[in-house]
């Protein structure tokens, strides 16, 4: 009942920037008023990371330290669309990210706890 696309992803070179793009679309009869809206990172060999997310009820928003001061959420209500500002970006930063839904407002960084996912978008940072 929920449906995310992500993009935005691609190669770029460290220092550089990307933005990232999740638009969600619900059946609001089946869903919750509230709800949080996720950016999660899984790169080769490595479990899946939850970098930052943001509460439709108050736009609170939660980043990973590994992205602190780095990294922007924010949101755009009326494309229903969710945002990750990607600054200054490290190799370490190269994964699959992910965008993800979980009914309610409170904020997780903990992906078993989301229930609807997209497809991914690669992030390649490379010199």
């Known amino acids: 009942q929920v449906q995310l696309v992500e993009s935005g992803g691609g190669l770029v070179q460290p220092g550089g920037s990307l933005r990232l793009s999740c638009a969600a679309s619900?059946?609001?009869?089946?869903?919750?008023?509230?709800?949080?809206i996720g950016w999660f990172r899984q790169a080769p060999g490595k479990e899946r990371e939850g970098v930052s997310c943001i509460s439709s009820r108050d736009g609170s928003i939660y980043y990973a330290d590994s992205v602190k001061g780095r990294f922007t959420i924010s949101r755009d209500n009326a494309k229903n669309t969710v945002y990750l500002q990607m600054n200054s970006l490290k190799p370490e930063d190269t994964a699959v990210y992910y965008c993800?839904?979980?009914?309610?407002?409170?904020?997780?960084?903990?992906?078993?706890?989301?229930?609807?996912w997209g497809q991914g978008t690669q992030v390649t940072v490379s010199s």
């Open positions: 993800a839904y979980k009914s309610g407002s409170r904020l997780t960084a903990s992906a078993y706890e989301y229930e609807y």
């Open positions: 619900r059946a609001s009869r089946f869903t919750s008023v509230y709800y949080v």
